[in-house]
């Protein structure tokens, strides 16, 4: 089994569990804040703290994405709108919502840059979807997400939509990143 930066094993299944919902040009700084980007992911204390910190750059009047004093978010699936991941090029904003537990993003579009970035860290899935599921789920609502079947399931209503296709990257994020799938295609040697 190949492990993630943080040496976890990486996405595989169906994602059961509860939705936060965000809007259009949610940025990096907004994912996490230029103040954390000196912890270093392939530590394990400080990959656990830069999880605490995901979402830390949203207003205020955002219901917290980790509550005070947790080291988790309770919100496995982030559904967001158009451009999710926009600004600066930070390979931490993955890695901080992977570090909090987030284990896919749904989004209706994302920047380059964010995508490249959860698909080479292998910490989420970046999934696409062309109705604006943002409008539809509410912070709190449970959501069952097939990444495989790409499906997500409003479990209050138990209406069903249709994901874009991952396509040659969904096993690169099934290895846990870029690393863990050269290893797996032996085109790395295995860590010793």
């Not at 926009?86 to 919502?97: D, F, K, T, V």
């Not at 499906?151 to 209050?156: F, G, S």
């Not at 040659?168 to 099934?174: L, N, R, S």
Request: net charge negative; glycine share 10%.
């Amino acid at each position: 089994m190949t492990m993630n930066a943080a040496g976890q094993r990486p996405n595989e299944g169906v994602i059961a569990g509860r939705v936060y919902v965000l809007g259009d040009n949610v940025d990096t700084d907004q994912i996490i804040p230029a103040q954390y980007l000196n912890l270093v992911p392939t530590i394990p204390e400080e990959y656990a703290r830069l999880g605490t910190h995901a979402l830390a750059g949203l207003p205020d009047t955002m219901p917290a994405f980790v509550p005070p004093g947790a080291t988790k978010s309770p919100y496995v699936i982030i559904v967001s709108g158009r451009n999710f991941g926009c600004g600066s090029s930070r390979e931490h904003a993955p890695i901080a919502l992977g570090a909090a537990g987030v284990r896919a993003v749904v989004a209706e579009s994302y920047a380059r840059i964010f995508f490249r970035n959860a698909v080479a860290t292998g910490e989420l899935y970046p999934l696409e979807s062309a109705d604006r599921l943002c409008d539809v789920f509410r912070t709190g609502d449970e959501a069952t997400l097939d990444p495989a079947d790409e499906t997500i399931v409003h479990a209050p209503s138990g209406r069903a939509w249709r994901l874009k296709p991952l396509g040659a990257v969904g096993p690169v994020i099934a290895a846990g990143g870029i690393f863990g799938y050269a290893r797996a295609a032996g085109m790395l040697a295995p860590r010793s």
